[in-house]
């Protein structure tokens, strides 16, 4: 198994650049998160590290090794597609077993490794079957078979491989594909634009964005101290609130004043912003509603969600949702405020799109 470096890496199509210096290490047996909208550099950084595409610039190391113009057959790199093929003409068992017949395996080997996958996978009665009348879901179990039955494999690359499978079968497979990695313990690197599916798998997430790598951390620390406003926008349902207001705000504040609004106590900022376009990040859970007080709004509506509702409300400084207990009343039209969790408030300069440092950010590294 292997620990991945990427040094500046780069990529550009043309005058194009999908990946932008890139800079970060996947440690030996993590199980490691590539999470951003469409088109923001997702798979190319994953064929880059497999070497399906050379980058434009920059290194990559496999447990220290430069690979960077080595070509994928030379790096021992599982991967499973975003479109998993599968060969037509083949049993399922002879889909899986097809690397190890490339190794030169012989068959009563390559049939016994087949049948240990197939049963991590649950598929062991699928395997003398034809792949033609497979259920989606099966398809992208046998596909999975294929990429980890070659033990040898220093990493797994994984792009989208639930993409086609409907919700309720992705979450399950989504457990699943956890429970088989703390088994193998192998490097594993995963792409997903869901932001449920990277939170409830990963050990770290690279957020990216543009071709960017915003923030890279445990799915806590992007969901509790997201360093840019994108991060904080992408994560959770409903995402972040944004109060946003005009001001200034100085580094040692421990609180600040939204024009027209009652004045807030924030963790101790440690950089400020000068006239500035700002906004106060808040998370829907860290609100509670109170009659008298607070930051004034009006109940739009509210979503029926279980144990908690999520109140939408409009204040001077934009909708805001909050997640609240269902058996508090609220009707709308009716004017709230809003308190918040003090401690885990964000102030965001909306300007650079980046979070303010504060004494919430302690420990927290930037890309
Ligand atoms: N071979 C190529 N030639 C030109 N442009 C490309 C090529 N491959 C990717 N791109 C462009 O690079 C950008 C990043 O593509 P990439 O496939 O890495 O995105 P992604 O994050 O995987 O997106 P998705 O979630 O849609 O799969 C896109 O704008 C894409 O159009
Ligand atoms: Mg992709």
New binding site residues.
């Given amino acids: 198994m292997a620990e991945i470096k990427l040094e500046k890496i780069q990529k550009s ?2 005058d ?1 650049t ?2 932008r210096s890139s800079s970060f290490t996947i440690n030996d047996g993590e199980f490691f998160v590539l999470l ?10 994953l064929r880059m590290i497999a070497g399906l595409e050379l980058p434009t610039s920059g290194t990559m190391l496999l447990d220290g090794e430069d690979v960077t113009f080595k070509r994928a057959s030379q790096r021992d790199i599982g991967f499973v597609f ?1 479109m998993f093929a599968l060969y037509p003409h083949m049993k399922v068992w002879e889909n899986i077993g097809f690397p190890l017949k490339c190794e030169g395996l012989a068959k009563a080997e390559i049939r016994q490794r087949v049948e240990e996958v197939a049963k991590l996978l649950r598929i062991e009665h699928l395997l003398d079957l034809g792949v033609g009348g497979l259920a989606g879901g099966d398809s992208q179990r046998v596909a999975l078979g294929r990429a980890i039955v070659r033990r040898t494999a220093k990493a797994f690359m994984m792009d ?1 491989p639930l993409g086609a499978l409907d919700t309720e079968f992705r979450h399950l497979m989504c457990t699943e594909l956890r429970g088989l990695h703390d088994r193998i313990k192998a490097t594993t690197v995963y ?1 997903t ?1 869901d932001q449920v599916e990277a939170m409830a798998m990963a050990d770290r997430i690279a957020v ?1 964005n543009h ?1 960017v790598v915003d923030q890279i951390g445990t799915p806590q620390e992007i969901y509790d101290r997201p360093l840019t406003v994108h991060v904080a926008a992408f994560i959770g349902s409903p995402a972040m609130n944004f109060l946003r207001f005009k001001g200034t705000v100085e580094a040692g504040q421990t609180s600040v004043r939204m024009n027209g609004s009652a004045e807030v106590a924030v963790p101790k900022l440690h950089e400020g912003v000068r006239d500035g376009e700002l906004s106060l990040g808040v998370r829907s859970e860290h609100i509670t509603l109170t009659s008298e007080g607070g930051v004034r709004g009006e109940v739009y509506g509210a979503e029926y969600m279980g144990t908690t509702q999520i109140v939408t409300i409009n204040t001077h400084h934009g909708q805001v949702k909050a997640r609240i207990p269902s058996d508090v009343k609220v009707t709308t039209g009716e004017s709230v405020g809003l308190n918040f969790q003090n401690e885990r408030l964000v102030m965001f300069d909306m300007t650079s799109g980046k979070a303010l440092r504060s004494d919430l950010y302690e420990g927290v590294k930037h890309v």
């Fill in positions: 199509f043309g194009f999908a990946v951003g909208p469409s088109g923001c550099g997702k798979t190319t950084t975003q989208e792409v634009h990216m071709g």
